[in-house]
């Protein structure tokens, strides 16, 4: 049966804790966590395998920065696969390494960004790999990607993770690492429905 598990609702960072699992250092006020640089990613407690996932996300403005300095982070799905945050507003060629490419593998099928200031979603639908009763890999991850109600990534096979995350090889569960990559960017309403 489906279970909806809320990770972070504005009030307290209770469900994640830092890598090293010390309490979270990112600052919560008006219902939003926002990356404290330098301190690091955040881990949710809780593990899932197939899932959906929602995260609300709002970048800051940069406009004097570029490329992916300017407010970038990260949603580890599975604490592997990296769903980039970037300010990639605009841009008419999204790649992999661009807002809602799954980083190092897959450009988006198109660019959905909003503005920087604006709240932006991304619902992730996740079907973790499969393995055999020896622990053998027979079938990767397969996800799709919903950025801003716009289907960016449909039933996706993900050969491999992706670099930053806690695994280097696949899981059959993973927590969602939010990414502190030096920006200042800001997380509300994210909830993970596990089947």
Not at 129 to 157: M, Q, S, Y
Not at 175 to 180: A, C, E, F, N
Request: hydrophobic share 35%; proline share 7%; glycine share 10%.
């Amino acid at each position: 049966m489906a279970e909806k598990i809320i990770l972070f609702d504005g009030k307290d960072l209770s469900g994640f804790t830092h890598r090293d699992g010390s309490d979270p250092k990112w600052d919560v006020e008006f219902g939003t966590a926002t990356v404290r640089p330098g301190t690091g990613n955040i881990v949710s407690k809780v593990k899932f395998g197939d899932a959906h996932l929602h995260v609300e996300f709002r970048l800051p403005y940069m406009p004097d920065c570029h490329g992916q300095d300017r407010a970038n982070s990260g949603v580890y799905v599975h604490g592997c696969y990296e769903v980039q945050v970037l300010d990639t507003y605009g841009k008419a060629d999204p790649c992999d390494s661009d807002c809602s490419g799954i980083y190092s593998l897959f450009a988006p099928l198109t660019n959905a960004s909003l503005p920087p200031l604006e709240w932006q979603t991304y619902d992730i639908a996740v079907r973790a790999p499969r393995f055999d009763a020896e622990g053998k890999l027979t079938e990767n991850a397969v996800i799709t990607v919903v950025h801003n109600g716009i289907v960016v990534h449909n039933n996706l096979v993900l050969p491999r993770c992706t670099p930053g995350g806690l695994f280097s090889e696949p899981a059959a569960e993973g927590p969602v690492i939010l990414q502190d990559h030096g920006n200042l960017v800001s997380f509300r309403n994210v909830w993970v429905i596990k089947y």
